[in-house]
């Protein structure tokens, strides 16, 4: 018996959709680990192509076979590929597809040596047409921030918070993701451990006090590292901190170009 296929079917409506696929695909992935060569990682994968009006769907089922065809090949190496076929194998002028994992560091605290292993998150992502192949890395930094206002005001203390740092590269040649959340680390006003003793504590809070920085302050820190670097053609950064005595958030953002 023959199965319809409802997917290839006209539609009538006349409107394209610009992205059309599958999310938050768990899957498996080896990444490259400076200290450890490499790194097995659980991935949240997003995969769409574009749709022209005449279709009525595409085929979902398409983009797990791709992704399947790849197994154990994932990396930045291979992403452009993987874009094409998917392209290709569902008839599309347009493919995109974005790689989230939780990405682990041992860390050492500052006076106790302390081991722990630190999350940050990290994003592949691209985009592949006739006309170009876009790609750019993302990483996800938790950092500790005095504000310096509250410090400069205040007779005992500063109000002190935990922040987010976001920033996305496009890039000419390969870099370690260690180097780029090493240079929003260094920007904010301490970093952020796993595990820290009481004598780290000391350390920590003390560096941090003696070094307040705004959000404004983080990202356009950050922004003069990357800018020293010619490899970054291009950024976004973004600053987030969770105000321990307001009932808001401090935000900033910019990019280059």
Known sequence: MKMIDIQNQKDTRNIDIEK???????????VLDRARGTQPVNASINMYVNLPRHFKGTHMSRFVEVLNEFQGQISIKTFRSILEKIRHKLHAQSAHMEIEFPYFIEKTAPVSEAKSLMEYRCLFAGENSAEKTDFLVGVTVPVTTVCPCSRE???????????MVNVKVRFNKFFWIEDLIKIVEESASGEVYSLLKRTDEKYVTEK??????????????VAVKLNEDENFVWYSIEAENFESIHNHSAYAYLEKG
């Not at 059309?20 to 080896?30: A, D, Q, R």
């Not at 007779?155 to 922040?163: D, I, L, M, P, S």
């Open 20 to 30: 059309v696929g599958v999310k938050n695909i768990k899957y498996p992935l080896i």
């Open 208 to 221: 941090a006090y003696e070094n307040p920085k705004f959000v404004e302050d983080i990202v356009r820190g």
């Open 153 to 163: 005001i205040s007779k005992h203390g500063a109000h002190n918070q935990r922040g």
